[in-house]
Nanobody, 126 residues
Framework: VQLQASGGGLVQAGGSLRLSCAAS????????VGWFRQALGKEREFVSA????????YYANSVKGRFTISRDNAKNTVYLQMNSLKANDTAVYHC?????WGRGSYSARPYEYDYWGQGTQVTVSS
């Protein structure tokens, strides 16, 4: 499966963006999908994930209450709605997918995902 992340941009602190992760090549509904971000000079960190089957969502503490992950299997797309953005949310955001986990499962470990999109830059000005 190929992943294409989009929706990044420049926004002021307190603003919102919606990222999209569009999949092609295979049916996306059986994949768990995660969002990760990597700020300049820092390691890649988990942001959010959504499982397949039993669609459960998971969030890093730093974004809980501000970000919402969702999926539209008919469109083969996963979204990350980001509200109340802060300067330290600035990073390149990547989506990743994994097939084969149990329903409702996810991982916060980037190396456990098999497929990655190219990333989209999010810059939050303070």
């Amino acid at each position: 499966v190929q992943l294409q992340a989009s929706g990044g941009g420049l926004v002021q602190a307190g603003g919102s963006l919606r990222l999209s992760c569009a999949a092609s090549g295979r049916t996306f509904s059986n994949y768990a999908v995660g969002w990760f971000r990597q700020a300049l000079g820092k390691e890649r960190e988990f942001v959010s994930a959504i499982s397949w089957g039993v669609e459960r969502s998971y969030y890093a503490n730093s974004v809980k209450g501000r970000f919402t992950i969702s999926r539209d299997n008919a469109k083969n797309t996963v979204y990350l709605q980001m509200n109340s953005l802060k300067a330290n949310d600035t990073a390149v955001y990547h989506c990743a997918a994994k097939e084969g986990w149990g329903r409702g499962s996810y991982s916060a470990r980037p190396y456990e995902y098999d497929y990655w999109g190219q990333g989209t830059q999010v810059t939050v000005s303070s």
